[in-house]
């Protein structure tokens, strides 16, 4: 699950960097490349998190240890 959190997140980055530039280079309406800054800035977020996710709380890995309902 972790795998694919990883791949759609850099997925989401490359997207939004792709979509950004090519609004500016063919001088399309400021909308989309707004949309792509918004949507990269998502996908580096996302990449963060997940990276937090699977090397720090062990999370898909068998290192998780839960922490138990008191």
Do not use: C, E, N, Q
Request: hydrophobic letters at 60%.
């Amino acid at each position: 699950m972790m795998r694919y959190l990883r791949w759609l997140s850099i997925a989401m980055t490359v997207a939004g960097v792709a979509l950004a530039v090519f609004a500016l280079s063919l001088d399309l309406d400021p909308v989309y490349a707004l949309s792509g800054i918004m949507l990269a800035w998502a996908g580096v977020v996302k990449v963060v998190v997940v990276y937090l996710w699977t090397h720090v709380a062990g999370l898909g890995t068998d290192r998780h240890d839960p922490i138990p309902p008191l």
